[in-house]
């Protein structure tokens, strides 16, 4: 399931984590049981471990756990009625239960896990202080399809995503970016850095309530940009007059040129972060700093 490991575990574990956007421009977001071992209560992307016994590919990894999490399929078939026969519920509460496993719930129905809608969107390295639970986590972002565009089937628009009964998730919803940040700023949500940083990335981009051409464009050239290759290992630094900040690749602090900024300043009180500030002030298109190495799966 979700992020689970050995506490013995000194290397960071891979996992995937989806960034879902639906057709108003809003993100899928999930709050984590208050009981979880790793971000306890926090509003987070759906995502979870890659596991090498079911995942093919870390695509596989954020699509399987989309589904176990919110109940949302993001799946192939060759005739749209095929998936709109299938008992999402019934076929989740099996994967769940050990049942059955998600490759054999596609297989029996004809579908295929549709990675091919995922572009990358970062990596994120857990810092090293946290040393019995770090991940590193290949963030992905897909954008819900209309049944109607294609002979093809991906997702179901009219589908509300749903918790799987607390067993890792306890609320699941559509959020504009926006409306995420208002919420994690007036303390009715928690986020960590990540997400925090991808939905400021994508506030800008995904402005009103319809999803337009223009902007899924600039989203897949964001991500096949410089953008969707960047992996960050964040430092956590004292910054301007004692503030906390996590520090990114390219920042002064961290070797780049003078008067680069790229870090998030937080805040902590009560919550793991009751405020946070991003401050980037380089081209997200041309001058990402871009790891060049690539951990087999």
Not at 85 to 94: F, S
Request: aromatic share 8%.
């Amino acid at each position: 399931m979700t992020h689970s490991e050995s506490p013995k575990s000194t290397e960071p574990r891979l996992s995937a984590s989806l960034v879902l956007v639906n057709s108003h421009n809003e993100i899928l977001l999930v709050q984590r049981n208050p009981q979880a071992r790793s971000f306890a209560g926090q509003h987070v992307f759906p995502g979870g471990n890659f596991d090498a016994k079911q995942d093919t590919s870390l695509e596989w990894t954020a699509i399987r756990e989309t589904f176990e999490e919110a109940g949302l399929l993001l799946a192939l078939s060759d005739s749209p009625s095929t998936l709109l026969d299938v008992d999402l519920t019934q076929a989740r509460e099996a994967v769940h239960g050990g049942q059955t496993t998600f490759s054999t719930f596609l297989t029996n129905n004809n579908l295929r896990a549709d990675v091919g809608a995922l572009l990358p969107f970062t990596t994120w390295v857990t810092p090293p202080p946290s040393a019995s639970r770090r991940f590193r986590t290949q963030f992905f972002i897909a954008f819900l399809r209309d049944p109607s565009s294609d002979g093809l089937y991906s997702g179901r628009e009219e589908h509300l995503p749903t918790p799987d009964g607390g067993q890792e998730v306890i609320r699941t919803r559509f959020l504009h970016p926006e409306s995420a940040i208002e919420e994690f700023r007036s303390g009715k949500i928690g986020l960590y850095p990540p997400q925090y940083y991808i939905l400021e990335t994508l506030r800008p981009i995904l402005t009103g309530s319809s999803s337009t051409e223009s902007q899924r464009n600039a989203v897949q050239m964001l991500s096949r940009a410089a953008f969707g290759r960047m992996v960050i290992n964040p430092k956590f630094l004292l910054v301007n007059d004692g503030a906390e900040a996590f520090v990114y690749e390219g920042d002064e602090l961290r070797g780049g040129p003078k008067g680069r900024l790229h870090r998030m300043v937080v805040e902590r009180k009560g919550a793991p972060f009751s405020q946070m500030n991003l401050r980037r002030n380089f081209d997200l298109f041309t001058q990402c700093p871009v790891e060049v190495h690539v951990p087999k799966l």
